[in-house]
């Protein structure tokens, strides 16, 4: 089955710093991953994506992702933090079902602490 | 524009009422889902819908219903609600193209209080 792990709760970053938020994955065949962004009280909103191509994707406000096949990893990176990005962030897999139809395997989310 | 959009945004309740979650999404995607986010904030997929059929249902208690009465609703019908129930559930949509699902987007929460 389709799985992944964000291995830190929170991160804490200070602004202007770049920032890290890990995530590792397995799968079986060739992974679709994502990166979602949950505000207090919001909603998830789509950050980016990896389907094939570049290993480095960019996404929303700056965001990028790296995919490394060898290490089993996508982590998001930003070169400059802001206090605004603190967030709840998620990683997801795409698991596929029967019928070609797809579903999303999330990670336990990492909080994000941007702090002045 | 909301792209998906869900009513209630809070319900409180009783154990043992029954309440519905609405979702409308004007993407013009085929495919929806519902989500349920626990008190650790841990996701978790209950329902999928593509063109108002059901394609998804992962184990869930039978007193969860959804109902898909055309491609842009997915209602949740929660019969006699448990303490347990009480989490922020979250719709989502995507466009099923080749058989493969692309991006999904998801709806503001609505957060489910039983008593």
Request: hydrophobic letters at 30%; charged letters at 20%; aromatic letters at 12%.
């Given at each position: 089955?389709?799985s992944?792990a964000?291995?830190e709760?929170?991160?804490?970053?200070?602004e202007?710093?770049?920032?890290?938020v890990?995530c590792?994955?397995?799968?079986?065949?060739?992974?679709y991953?994502?990166w979602?962004?949950?505000?207090?009280?919001r909603?998830?909103?789509f950050?980016?994506?990896y389907i094939t191509?570049?290993?480095?994707?960019?996404?929303s406000?700056?965001?990028?992702?790296?995919?490394?096949?060898s290490?089993?990893?996508f982590?998001?990176k930003?070169?400059s933090?802001?206090?605004?990005?603190?967030?709840l962030?998620?990683?997801a897999?795409?698991d596929g079902v029967?019928?070609g139809?797809n579903?999303?395997?999330?990670?336990?989310?990492?909080?994000l602490?941007?702090?002045p | 524009?909301?792209?998906?959009?869900?009513?209630p945004k809070?319900?409180?309740?009783?154990?043992?009422?029954d309440?519905?979650?609405?979702?409308?999404?004007n993407?013009?995607?085929?495919t929806m889902y519902?989500y349920k986010?626990?008190?650790?904030k841990?996701l978790?997929?209950?329902f999928?819908?593509?063109?108002?059929?059901?394609?998804?249902?992962?184990?869930v208690?039978?007193?969860?219903s959804?109902k898909?009465?055309?491609k842009?609703?997915?209602?949740?019908h929660?019969n006699s609600?448990?303490l347990?129930?009480?989490a922020?559930?979250f719709?989502?949509s995507?466009q099923t193209?080749?058989?493969r699902?692309?991006?999904?987007?998801?709806?503001?929460?609505?957060?489910l209080?039983?008593?």
């Amino acid at each position: 089955a389709q799985s992944v792990a964000q291995p830190e709760d929170q991160v804490n970053v200070a602004e202007g710093n770049p920032l890290t938020v890990k995530c590792t994955y397995s799968v079986s065949g060739n992974p679709y991953l994502f990166w979602y962004v949950q505000y207090p009280n919001r909603g998830l909103q789509f950050l980016l994506k990896y389907i094939t191509g570049d290993n480095l994707v960019k996404g929303s406000y700056g965001f990028e992702a790296e995919f490394n096949k060898s290490q089993t990893s996508f982590h998001l990176k930003k070169p400059s933090a802001l206090v605004s990005d603190s967030a709840l962030y998620f990683c997801a897999v795409r698991d596929g079902v029967s019928g070609g139809y797809n579903k999303l395997i999330f990670g336990a989310g990492t909080r994000l602490a941007v702090h002045p | 524009d909301t792209a998906v959009s869900q009513t209630p945004k809070y319900l409180v309740t009783q154990m043992g009422n029954d309440k519905s979650i609405k979702c409308e999404q004007n993407l013009g995607h085929d495919t929806m889902y519902w989500y349920k986010q626990d008190s650790k904030k841990f996701l978790k997929i209950m329902f999928s819908y593509n063109n108002k059929e059901l394609i998804i249902n992962e184990t869930v208690p039978n007193r969860f219903s959804p109902k898909s009465p055309d491609k842009a609703h997915l209602n949740l019908h929660i019969n006699s609600l448990e303490l347990g129930d009480s989490a922020v559930y979250f719709c989502a949509s995507s466009q099923t193209s080749g058989g493969r699902t692309d991006t999904q987007y998801f709806g503001p929460g609505t957060r489910l209080t039983v008593l």
